[in-house]
């Protein structure tokens, strides 16, 4: 069974940083593509950013594009969101999601991590 596992997630103020992790569980890492998701109250889950298996294809979402910096090691069997600037808006349970590049840009990656949570204070 495959897990994802989230970390890194916590208060910072606005304008500050933080470091998301994702580590599978998963005996392979090879998935096709993996992702950052993020839900605030009362709205839907977007994705952030999502990253191939040879992270030579990124795509970021336009809200925090040349602030947000993912990557992954596929040796450790982790991804990472380096977040700076962090907004207000930017507060919200983030996820990481795996699967093909298909499904993450359409938002229904087949796994899901539990989510952790970045509070932003002003």
């Known amino acids: 069974q495959v897990e994802l596992v989230e970390s890194g997630g916590g208060p910072v103020q606005a304008g500050g940083s933080l470091r998301l992790s994702c580590a599978s569980t998963?005996?392979?890492?090879?998935?096709?593509?993996m992702g950052w998701f993020r839900q605030a109250p009362g709205k839907e889950r977007e994705l952030v950013a999502a990253?191939?298996?040879?992270?030579?294809?990124?795509r970021y979402s336009d809200s925090v594009k040349a602030r947000f910096i993912v990557t992954r090691d596929n040796a450790k069997k982790q991804t990472y969101l380096e977040m700076s600037e962090i907004e207000p808006e930017g507060a919200a349970v983030y996820y990481c999601?795996?699967?093909?590049?298909?499904?993450?840009?359409?938002?229904?990656?087949?796994?899901w991590g539990q989510g952790t949570q970045v509070a932003v204070s002003a």
């Open positions: 999601g795996a699967g093909t590049w298909a499904r993450l840009l359409s938002g229904t990656p087949g796994y």
């Open positions: 998963s005996p392979s890492f090879y998935f096709d593509a």
């Open positions: 990253i191939n298996w040879k992270s030579d294809l990124i």
